[in-house]
């Protein structure tokens, strides 16, 4: 199982990246996923995950109406489109599965419920 995790980088406040999280050695179908961040000094949260059909997405208040997490199947790929940055979204971000089959259940919205994570990719937003 390896989770992939690309698409960081450096933009500007009101900009907007997509980071990607390429899953292989196993099948997304049938998996919670989902997207942590840690920023420097503070500890990790959770900012969005996705259940295995997509109908209840979770997603922190603080991004609220500017992320938006989705899933490709045909890709085994999970996205979170990040849309009107400020620089308080600047971290590390991090994919996660919960690897237990988990059909029509809400995603796990602490990282206890995820068992296998991806390397990171930082975003920076500058101001």
């Known amino acids: 199982v390896q989770l992939q995790a690309s698409g960081g980088g450096l933009v500007q406040a009101g900009e907007s990246l997509r980071v990607s999280c390429a899953a292989s050695?196993?099948?997304?179908?049938?998996?919670?996923m989902g997207w942590l961040r840690q920023a420097p000094g503070k500890e990790r949260e959770m900012v969005s995950c996705?259940?295995?059909?997509?109908?209840?997405?979770y997603y922190v208040d603080s991004v609220k109406g500017r992320f938006t997490i989705s899933r490709d199947y045909a890709e085994n790929t999970v996205y979170l489109q990040m849309n009107s940055l400020k620089p308080e979204d600047t971290a590390v971000y991090y994919c996660?599965?919960?690897?237990?089959?988990?059909?029509?259940?809400?995603?796990?919205?602490?990282?206890?419920?995820?068992?296998?994570w991806g390397q990171g990719t930082q975003v920076t937003v500058s101001s």
């Open positions: 050695g196993f099948n997304l179908g049938g998996h919670n």
């Open positions: 996660a599965a919960d690897l237990t089959i988990s059909v029509n259940s809400l995603c796990p919205k602490d990282e206890l419920g995820y068992d296998s």
């Open positions: 996705i259940d295995d059909l997509g109908e209840s997405p």
